[in-house]
């Protein structure tokens, strides 16, 4: 599975747009980028995934480079509950696959 | 998505016991996953629980310590044998299904801590 790297941490203000990246640099074609995060003391939670096209839904936005290389995960306007580690993981998708965690951004989000 | 739910959510257990946690999903699902998230750690997955077969598990785990049955497409138990302070962690299952999004759903988990 190809690896994924992303910052340790991150700070946001409130209301302000949150902005975390992925890089995923030897991603073979098959294989979608997901994000998921986990909210102290939760089950990780699916945000969204994508192929190689931009992806938005009502939680987030993800955009991916045009090489793949890359991607970052949009929060729009964070709130303290959107406080969390957020990770990014890349898989082929249709294969009933494994999730393989990184050690995920931690992002906090500031009044 | 599918509305996971697991038991216990947390218990204390002394060292050389063990315990069975349970995984119980509100539809059919496909695949079911075994995870253990150590303390300030991340996610590491103990094994897929198959329907009908053994589970296959990854490098570092073994049936013998985390016994796994998988009965129906609903449902998933995870024992964590001959415990030690070692095992204290988050336990978590999630479940997916063959489709296009392909996409995994976890359960809330249960923390354990051994003495």
């Known amino acids: 599975d190809a690896k994924t790297t992303q910052p340790t941490s991150m700070d946001c203000a409130e209301g302000r747009a949150a902005n975390l990246p992925c890089n995923h640099s030897?991603?073979?074609?098959?294989?979608?980028v997901y994000w998921y995060r986990q909210i102290h003391s939760q089950g990780p939670q699916y945000i969204i995934h994508?192929?190689?096209n931009n992806e938005t839904n009502e939680m987030a936005s993800l955009i991916i480079t045009e090489d793949r290389k890359s991607s970052t995960l949009i929060l729009p306007h964070a709130t303290l509950r959107d406080t969390a580690v957020y990770y990014c993981?890349?898989?082929?998708?249709?294969?009933?696959?494994?999730?393989?965690f990184g050690q995920g951004t931690e992002l906090s989000v500031k009044p | 998505s599918a509305v996971i739910s697991q038991k216990p959510s947390r218990d204390i257990c002394q060292r050389g016991t063990s315990l069975t946690i349970q995984c119980q999903v509100d539809?059919?699902?496909?695949?079911m996953f075994w995870y253990r998230q150590q303390p300030g750690q991340s996610l590491t997955l103990i094994a897929t629980?198959?329907?009908?077969?053994?589970?296959?598990?990854e490098s570092g785990f073994v049936i013998d310590k985390f016994p796994i049955s998988r009965p129906n497409l609903t449902f998933s138990t995870l024992t964590v044998s001959n415990m030690s302070p070692e095992d204290s962690s988050i336990y978590l299952c999630?479940?997916?299904?063959?489709?296009?999004?392909?996409?995994?759903?976890f359960g809330p988990g249960t923390r354990l801590t051994v003495l």
């Open positions: 999630s479940v997916g299904s063959r489709g296009t999004t392909d996409t995994q759903y």
């Open positions: 030897t991603i073979s074609g098959n294989e979608y």
């Open positions: 994508g192929l190689k």
């Open positions: 993981i890349v898989r082929p998708e249709n294969q009933g696959g494994k999730l393989i």
């Open positions: 539809s059919q699902v496909t695949m």
């Open positions: 629980a198959n329907q009908g077969s053994e589970a296959t598990y």
